[in-house]
C-alpha cells in the first residue's frame, strides 16, 4: 500500500496534517516518485507581494480533493510513491543566495529519481530548478503558461527576477528552443520584442487571444506529437488564468485562459515524459475567497495525474 491523503472519513477535512492533499510527509525524496515541495519566496516579485505565503495556503486549500479523478480517471496515488517534503528554506533577506538554496535543494532531491511537484512563490524559482533539472536531463522541452513572456533581460538593473527566469535559462542552454511552448501570454508591453524575442530564438508563442472561447485540447495534441518522447518540464503560472478566476495574484491582466482551459493543457500533458512540474504566483493576501489556492492544488494535482507511471481506471 503506497502512500495515501488522509481521507474525509478518518478526520474532518478541516483537520489533521497540513501536508498537500494531507499526505504523509517526509524528511526528503528517498523512495518517492513524486515529491510535493513548497517555495515560500516573493522577493522575486516585482508588483504586488505575497506569493510567499503560497504554499501555505495552497496546503490549507488542498484539503477537500480526493485520490481518484473522476474524468480523467487518474489513480495516481496507486501507481507512485508520493509525500510532501516540505519547503525550502530560503534566504528571504538575499535572492540570488535563495536561487543558489534552491537549486542545491533539487540538485539533492534529483539524486533520488523524485519527480518534484512545486508550489510557489514567485516564478523567479523556475530558474534553479531548471538549472538542477538540465544537469540530470539535458536541455527539456518546456510547457511554460503564464500571462507574461518572463524573458526580461533584467528588472531595474537586475538579472534574476520573477520576470527574467527563461532568459536565463535559455541563455544557459537549459532549454531545448524548438520545443519550448509558451501559452497564455497577453496584455500591455513595452513593445512588440517583448514576445517576438523569444519567437527568434525558436520559442513557439501562443498568445491567449489566440486560445478565447476555444478547447486548448487540440493545441497539446499538436504540442504532444511535436515532443514526442523529450523531457519536458511544466511551468504554470497562476495569472495565465482570467482573474475572474484567479485574482489572488501580483501581476493581473485582463483577458486570460479560463479553469477549464488551463485543466485542458494539463491534462493535455498526458503521454509526456515529464521530468517536473511548478504552479507559481499564488498571492493569499489578495485571494480573500481562498478560491485562487483552491484551483492551484487542484492543478497540482492534475500535474501529479499525467506523471509517467501513473494508472488509469476502465474507461
Ligand atoms: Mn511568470
Ligand atoms: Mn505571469
Redesign the pocket.
Known sequence: MKNQPLGGNEMPRFGGPGTFMRLPSAATAEGLDAAFIGIPMDIGASQRSGTRLGPRQIRAESTLMRPYNMWTRAAPFEGLQVADIGDVPINTFDLKDSVRRIETFYDEVLTHDAIPLTMGGD?TLTYPILRSIAKKHGPVALIHV???A?INEHMFGESIAHGTPFRRAYEEGLLDAPNVFQIGLRGTGYGPDDFDTAREWGFNVIQAEELWYKSCAPLMDRIREQIGDRPVYLTY?I??LDPACAPG?G?V?AGGLMTQQGLEIIRGCRGLNLVGCDLV?VSPPYDPSGNTAVIAGNFLYEMLCVLPGVPYGKA
Do not use: L, W
Open positions: 516564478h503564464d500571462a507574461h518572463d503560472d495569472d495565465s495574484t501581476t491582466e504566483e
